[in-house]
């Protein structure tokens, strides 16, 4: 049996050729990672306990999937399809383990090793979690304020004629401008740091959500708002329950767009005059030259702006089940 | 044939007493304009009036505007000149009163099956008032079971069904009808054509459908109306009552096809020589 290797005329999500060898190399490589941190000296000064506990983790956890495959065909499917990524991943850790903290080849404090950067992690961790929910606050508070904002002016734009007229024009113009380049204004404007952070992610939001909203509205077939008419609907009722269910869509479209802008917004704006969050923890790291630390916020931030992602996403695929098995 | 006589034919097929009409076309124009103000004359100065409880077909070939008048009739487009009449009311707008079948089912993706047929009580604020209705739709156009899936996930005919509930929940005077089978399958349009005569007869609602299926249009129609383009206008209404249940290899049948097949080629001469110019 053959993979497929290319996406043309196949939806097969799973199509790596079952293969026992990768399965168990994929937990073997975990424990090579383990036990050659074990065996080989660190070159340098540094606590390796938590690195191990993290490949221990990788190794149970896959240690477990493979023997769960074997009672699951669902898992055992999923397993082999990931294994020879795991593999990857296990060998990746151990080389850079070994050419950073076990013999230097890599240069410091630029290019620190997993370990030292897992030392940070667990030593700061009470550190990195308040700054991670300062951050998360403040994009909250903006992203959430910016797409509301982005949807009720895409919906007043795309609805009526009148507003498009008048405000399509200087939203396209206006809402190019990068959110930073307006820092000096908005500094003025707000009463502290924290406000202005937020007002500059909410407005990094709601240029591509307003965007599309009154583009997706412009977008619905014409032939629905006529049903509805002859159905006995009138203007606002159209509104409600053609106009925006219809432009859901296109809003997210925006929404997904507008997170990962207002994620280097908000990450600016930390680092150019919060008193909190991972961007002015990394700047704060980097005058320390301590780059353990902002490699650790930044796999941080990795981490939490993903989980930021996948909950957008699943609010997506709620509200969109009706889409579900649509021609794309 | 001159305008005229077409207006008098019309017109004389009609009793005199207002009233007992459903739909009143008065010698209605449609013109269409670009924004440079060239025109297309789509209806030129068309009269038609249809009875009550009547089950009438606009057939012609395409852009003779039989969609342009039944959406004038919806009140979903307005004439330049002359007026339509329902119950002797001018149309000014849509109504519920005048349900409108598209071509393409046209449900609300977005919503239910349950939900689309309900859409009309809904928005007329009656839904607490009819709430039973909803499921008695449902039934009537064979789409028990399906209440809560989506539009998607349904089959054309099955959505086409679903379309005509929508439609009759709010039982309209008059079911206007654009092609409503002309997307479907043979077979899902004869099954369809049954349904349509079962809910007409049930309903006694008058229903004009536009149609490019001349065996449709005589199988179902009380009488058909046929249209020829450039301009838009009628150019001969025929008769076609006889009686139900209909027998498409009956030779009454037959020999009605054959009379508009015949008007057609008539009507389909005139145009190949202006195609010709």
Redesign the interface.
């Known amino acids: 049996m053959n993979g497929k290797v290319d996406r043309m005329g196949t939806t097969e999500k799973y199509w790596k050729p079952r293969s026992r060898t990768w399965q168990l190399l994929a937990v073997f490589s975990y424990v090579a990672a383990l036990v050659l941190n074990v065996l080989i000296r660190p070159a340098i000064e540094v606590d390796e306990v938590p690195f191990r506990v993290l490949l221990a983790a990788l190794a149970a956890y896959a240690g477990g999937r493979y023997l769960l495959s074997f009672f699951s065909e669902k898992i055992a499917v999923e397993y082999n399809h990931g294994s020879q990524f795991r593999f990857a991943v296990g060998m990746l850790l151990a080389v850079w383990d070994v050419l950073s903290s076990k013999t230097g080849v890599l240069p410091l404090p630029f290019f620190p090793g997993p370990a030292q950067i897992m030392e940070v992690m667990f030593l700061e961790w009470r550190v990195h979690l308040v700054n991670t929910l300062y951050s998360l606050r403040l994009f909250a508070a903006g992203f959430v304020a910016g797409s509301l904002c982005g949807v009720a002016s895409g919906v007043m734009i795309g609805w009526s004629d009148r507003w498009n007229y008048w405000l399509f024009p200087i939203m396209k113009v206006v809402g190019v401008i990068p959110a930073i380049a307006l820092v000096p204004i908005v500094l003025i404007i707000m009463p502290d740091t924290f406000s202005t952070a937020v007002a500059l992610v909410a407005i990094s939001a709601w240029f591509p959500v307003a965007f599309t909203t009154a583009r997706g509205i412009r977008a619905i077939n014409r ?2 708002f ?9 203007r606002g ?1 159209m509104l409600r ?2 106009a925006i ?2 432009s ?1 869509p296109s809003i997210f479209t925006g929404i997904s767009t507008a997170t990962g802008i207002a994620f280097s917004t908000l990450v600016v704006s930390e680092m150019i005059g919060a008193r909190g969050g991972l961007g002015y923890y990394i700047n704060i790291a980097m005058g320390w030259m301590n780059y353990a630390s902002v490699y650790a916020a930044i796999v941080i931030m990795a981490i939490s702006f993903t989980l930021v992602l996948t909950v957008i996403n699943a609010i997506r695929n709620r509200l969109l ?3 579900r ?2 021609v794309k | 044939m001159s305008e005229e006589t077409v207006a008098a034919a019309a017109s004389n097929d009609a009793s005199p007493t207002p009233p007992s009409f459903s739909v009143e076309v008065k010698s209605v124009s449609r013109v269409f304009r670009d924004s440079y103000g060239n025109g297309v004359t789509a209806l030129d100065n068309v009269s038609l009036s249809v009875r009550k409880g009547e089950f009438v077909s606009l057939i012609g070939p395409s852009g003779c505007g039989k969609t342009t008048l039944l959406r004038l009739i919806a009140g979903l487009d307005s004439p330049q000149e002359g007026e339509v009449l329902v119950e002797g009311n001018p149309v000014t707008g849509t109504s519920h009163e005048r349900g409108y079948v598209f071509q393409q089912a046209n449900l609300f993706p977005w919503e239910t099956v349950e939900e689309n047929i309900a859409f009309g009580l809904k928005a007329r604020g009656v839904y607490d008032q009819y709430r039973d209705d909803v499921a008695e739709y449902i039934e009537m156009a064979g789409l028990k079971g399906f209440e809560r899936t989506y539009p998607h996930q349904i089959s054309g005919g099955m959505a086409q069904r679903a379309s005509l509930a929508r439609a009759l929940i709010n039982r309209p005077k008059a079911l206007l009808l654009d092609e409503p089978l002309g997307a479907l399958d043979s077979f899902t349009r004869m099954d369809l054509q049954e349904k349509l005569l079962e809910l007409w007869q049930k309903f006694s609602a008058t229903v004009i459908l536009v149609t490019h299926d001349i065996d449709e249009a005589v199988y179902l129609s009380d009488r058909i109306v046929i249209m020829t383009p450039r301009p838009g206008k009628i150019s001969e209404l025929l008769d076609a009552d006889y009686p139900r249940p209909r027998n498409r290899s009956s030779a009454r049948f037959v020999e009605l096809r054959n009379r508009v097949l015949e008007k057609f080629h008539l009507a389909g001469a005139e145009s190949q020589a202006e195609y010709a110019i």
């Not at chain 1, 006529?226 to 006995?232: C, N, S, V, Y």
């Open positions: 032939s629905y006529e049903a509805a008419r002859t159905l006995g609907a009138g009722y329950k053609i269910p219809g859901v089940i009706w889409q098995g649509l």
